[in-house]
């Protein structure tokens, strides 16, 4: 099992800026996905980002392209997402999120089997 902790969130006006980090018990140069989702009030959790600790390859759900960088931070076994042009409607509870695999981290809720505590991240308009 991976031990996960999220840090960061707040709240931020529409079209700012916001930095999650998730800190891992193991990630770096693992066969482990980490992958930050979200869940807002009333809906199903969603993917957000995704990536590999072996090759720090990384996928992004469609509503981020362009807004959302996932990556792996300075600290060992740490990963980052950096949120910028941040809308309303990216309100939402964020988790952190792994699982031991072989590669193709996909955006996929069901396939993460360790999860983080949840950090809020609120944007106003």
């Known amino acids: 099992q991976v031990q996960l902790a999220e840090s960061g969130g707040g709240s931020v006006q529409a079209g700012g800026s916001l930095s999650l980090s998730c800190a891992a018990s193991q990630f770096t140069n693992s066969a482990i996905c980490m992958g930050w989702f979200r869940q807002a009030p009333g809906k199903e959790r969603e993917a957000v980002a995704t990536i590999y600790g072996l090759t720090g390859t990384t996928k992004y759900a469609d509503s981020v392209k362009g807004r959302f960088s996932i990556s792996r931070a300075d600290a060992k076994d740490t990963v980052a997402l950096q949120m910028s042009g941040l809308k309303p409607e990216d309100t939402a509870m964020y988790y952190c999120?792994?699982?031991?695999?072989?590669?193709?981290?996909?955006?996929?809720?069901?396939?993460?089997?360790?999860w983080g505590q949840g950090t809020q991240v609120t944007v106003s308009s």
């Open positions: 999120a792994a699982v031991r695999r072989g590669g193709n981290c996909l955006l996929n809720v069901t396939m993460y089997t360790d």
